[in-house]
């Protein structure tokens, strides 16, 4: 095992894109764009799914991404760029330039300098191969991904997540080393720099991460300080290499208040929204419920509000009222698994197998879970499709949990 391990390592050697200095390399660079392409859209959706209701928000953060790209040190990656329904104060970036930022950062943002500071050092993690590094790590480790042992989020699905989907969130979500980020960090001044930006805009930032890491905004620390944690030592290096190559540039504070316009005047009702989960979460429905109405009256087209108005009413055994709000989800945003799950998990409650049907087998084309595999199986079963109920109680058993444990009782009845 040893000589195995030490002949990948000897035989897998490259130089850094980025910095030119030599690394392990198990993953090609095939590989690392596959990853990158497969996992995209199931991570995105993991993490809130699309902002879909400013489809011009998104446009704006992609210009921006890539003038950062295209001074990079791959500019050739091909980098996509996407603005995600979450309040989290988060960014993210997958193998292959697939970069991702919250709305719920955005809003924190003062400027388009401040963004690109925000891209740039996403495109660095992206462009160095960072989280292709860390799976290397797992690897060698384990043999696996499942090494990275990361949570996915606060998903309500997230431990029933299978298959690669489940990957992609983990390399999303994965805490960076502290030489990865001030790797990022520097070379994403640079890149600001390069494009025009005034680099000190990236300092300022990191001292405001900074600040609210030590307790003034608690909401950040499980997300971006998480995945990105800030240190002192990053602010002093990030101000030294800015004093070094120069402050002054577009900071471009005007474009980008008009371009999150929409975001902030939406911020009350995606406050009511999470103020209706955290009461959700403590089982006062009622309150939960006036919440989430006063979202939906100040925006009738966010799929988000009409799913969560479901759930409560799911709670309260009114399914019917349920099935009507999972049907509008569905409707806004027809490819998010998630409404898809809601809707076939209400209809089979409401013994509307086909409807169940159809839409758990469209969730899991988006984003598999074990808990879709179970409830197909079951409706397989009832129907008398025995087959197909052992291949989808098979697949769910492999998940583990509760949901495995019954996936192995039913199979198990299914033998007899």
Not at 123 to 148: E, K, N
Not at 340 to 345: A, K, R
Request: charged share 25%.
């Amino acid at each position: 095992m040893a000589l195995a391990v030490m002949f990948l390592i000897i035989t897998g050697c490259a130089v850094n894109p980025v910095t030119g200095k030599k690394q392990l390399s198990l993953i090609s660079e095939s590989q690392e764009l596959a990853l990158g392409a497969e996992q995209y859209t199931p991570t995105q959706q993991t993490q809130g799914g699309r902002f879909y209701l400013d489809p011009e928000l998104t446009v704006y953060v992609r210009e921006v991404g890539m003038k950062m790209a295209r001074v990079s040190d791959r500019p050739d990656l091909p980098y996509e760029f996407v603005v995600l329904n979450a309040s989290a104060p988060n960014a993210w970036a997958l193998p292959g330039g697939k970069i991702a930022v919250n709305r719920g950062l955005l809003v924190k943002f003062d400027d388009e300098a401040q963004l690109a500071s925000v891209l740039g050092h996403e495109i660095v993690h992206a462009a160095a191969r960072h989280s292709v590094q860390r799976m290397q790590q797992g690897m060698l480790i384990t043999a696996g991904v499942a090494g990275l042992g990361l949570a996915l989020s606060d998903n309500e699905w997230a431990g029933l997540i299978m298959g690669g989907a489940a990957v992609g969130a983990q390399l999303a979500l994965a805490q960076y080393s502290q030489g990865d980020e001030l790797e990022s960090d520097a070379y994403g001044i640079r890149y600001m720099k390069a494009a025009g930006y005034d680099p000190q805009a990236a300092v300022e930032l990191q001292e405001l991460f900074l600040e609210l890491s030590q307790g003034r905004d608690s909401s950040w620390l499980d997300n971006m300080f998480a995945t990105h944690p800030p240190s002192a030592k990053r602010v002093q290096e990030n101000q030294a290499l800015v004093s070094q190559i120069g402050a002054g540039g577009f900071r471009g504070r005007d474009i980008y208040q008009r371009r999150i316009a929409m975001i902030k005047e939406l911020q009350p009702a995606y406050d009511a929204h999470d103020e209706a989960m955290k009461l959700a979460s403590k089982g006062d429905m009622s309150g939960a419920l006036d919440s989430i109405n006063k979202a939906i009256r100040q925006e009738s087209g966010e799929a988000k509000f009409y799913a969560l108005r479901g759930r409560i009413f799911k709670k309260q055994n009114e399914t019917e009222k349920a099935q009507a709000d999972f049907d509008k989800a569905v409707s806004l945003y027809p490819e998010m698994f998630e409404y898809q799950l809601y809707n076939g998990l209400n209809a089979l409650a409401l013994n509307n197998l086909d409807k169940s049907r159809g839409h758990l087998e469209r969730a899991n084309q988006v984003v598999p879970t074990s808990i879709a595999f179970l409830r197909l199986g079951d409706i397989a079963s009832r129907q008398g499709r025995r087959n197909d109920a052992v291949k989808y109680y098979s697949t769910a058993a492999e998940a583990g949990g509760d949901v495995g444990e019954e996936a192995k009782r039913k199979l198990a009845e299914l033998a007899r």
